[in-house]
């Protein structure tokens, strides 16, 4: 067993095969030395059941992988890494594998909080079931559809874990197009989010505010490719589509134009008064309770320092000038906080990101896929995706899973409902996450 992995040589994704009887030491060595856990999954192979557990630090991901035996029964990460429980169910009901030593006293907590219900629909696990049926071109699309706010990065994911396995390089203004939609994409999600946040507290003049100027940001993907929210410009290889000097132009525009409009709107959710005792104390979450739940808008919010756009793999990002939005409120008007200068931060990147797009091709001619296997994190709207594809000497994905914000933040959002009053808890919801609509009062 390597007794650190702090200084993990190789790129950000690594794979590290263990035997299963090492797989706790390993674990808890990758947590003294500061590593999250961010999924599991496992596939079914001729000789036993291949396991993959991955974990982040600040700019890398590391996968811990190993086989074990149809009957053999393993050792739950559960006690170190307690949010891998859920992850590890589905495991043992997908493939049969048998877990010992699980930290069950976690469960009431995560599934009995007061008076919510949390139903987990499967439907990221459906999608990646859909392997089987559909080409690694058409899986893009079926990516696409995992959440409509987030859609271009759900499809960029895809791709980039496609890419990294079958070692496909990207033209560079490919790069510079993906971030440019992808921070436009971001944009537009942080002003819906606000806009919920802004009618849930009865503020509807706010809440359409933010709603009018999204509009353009919508228009402008309507102008590039044909639909506002189902993008399908990104492709395996590259984009489907270049962004012409006009229309980069128009972006630009479009921007300065946005920044001026939405200034009073964002001091009034920073600074008026009726809004700040609204959101003030509401679904507080200590920093160390963020820091082991949670990641993106929700985790900043707490004074974390997370941000899957500091991982290695994005050095255009820091190019760029990127640097990662902190507030240390650690309750909802800190996470509407973040989401606020996050979108200016993003007009920034996207401003940088016109002036200094190179010229050249947008997409690598790809024919078929070669076999290998790859994660990789993106940082959605409200929070870190990963996204993780084994690939084979074909058109067809042998496995896809990927792991949502929406799951990645769930024991933190449990936690703020539970210190939350039961009247807080509709707009603590909204502060966490806009993509919950699954909860039921």
Request: glycine share 6%; aromatic share 8%.
């Amino acid at each position: 067993m390597i007794k650190s992995r702090t200084e993990i040589s190789g790129s950000s994704g690594s794979f590290l095969s263990i035997e299963a009887c090492d797989l706790l030491d390993e674990v808890k060595t990758l947590k003294e030395d500061g590593w999250r856990f961010c999924q599991a999954c496992a596939d079914r192979l001729d000789d036993g059941i291949e396991i993959i557990y991955t974990f982040e630090n600040t700019a890398k991901l590391l996968n811990l992988k190993m086989v074990v035996a149809e009957e053999q029964t393993v050792d739950s990460i559960t006690f170190v890494f307690w949010t891998a429980f859920d992850a590890e169910l589905d495991i043992a009901r997908d493939c049969g594998v048998k877990f010992k030593h699980v930290a069950e006293e976690h469960l009431h907590e995560f599934y009995d909080v007061a008076d919510i219900s949390y139903s987990a629909e499967r439907i990221h696990g459906d999608m990646e079931a859909l392997t089987e049926q559909r080409d690694y071109r058409q899986m893009v699309y079926v990516a696409e559809r995992m959440t409509g706010t987030s859609s271009f990065g759900h499809s960029l994911g895809f791709c980039m874990a496609v890419e990294k396995a079958s070692k496909i390089e990207v033209p560079a203004r490919a790069e510079y197009l993906r971030i440019i939609l992808m921070e436009l994409s971001r944009v537009q999600s942080h002003l819906y989010w606000l806009s919920s946040v802004a009618e849930r507290i009865g503020f509807e003049s706010l809440a359409m505010g933010f709603l009018s100027v999204r509009e353009p940001v919508l228009t402008m993907f309507d102008r590039i490719s044909g639909n506002r929210i189902m993008l399908s410009l990104c492709k395996v290889g590259g984009m489907k589509k270049d962004i012409s000097t006009q229309q980069l132009e128009d972006i630009h525009n479009t921007i300065e134009n946005l920044r001026e409009r939405i200034q009073t709107l964002t001091l009034l959710v920073k600074e008026d008064a009726s809004i700040c005792r609204r959101l003030e104390g509401i679904g507080v979450l200590d920093e160390k309770t963020a820091e082991t739940f949670c990641g993106g808008p929700a985790a900043r919010g707490s004074a974390v320092m997370t941000d899957a756009r500091m991982d290695e793999s994005w050095k255009i990002y820091e190019s760029l000038g990127f640097v990662p939005i902190i507030e240390e409120g650690c309750d909802g008007l800190a996470r509407c906080k973040v989401a606020v200068e996050e979108i200016y931060h993003s007009f920034t990147l996207i401003e940088n990101a016109i002036n200094e797009i190179p010229g050249g091709e947008i997409c690598t001619e790809v024919k078929t896929l070669s076999a290998g296997e790859a994660a990789v994190r993106l940082e959605q709207p409200d929070g870190q995706a990963v996204y993780y594809v084994k690939t084979t000497d074909s058109d067809y994905i042998r496995k896809f899973r990927v792991s949502m914000p929406t799951d990645t933040n769930l024991l933190a959002y449990v936690r703020a409902m539970k210190a939350s009053d039961p009247i807080d808890r509709p707009l603590t919801s909204l502060t966490m996450d806009p993509c919950r609509n699954n909860v039921e009062w």
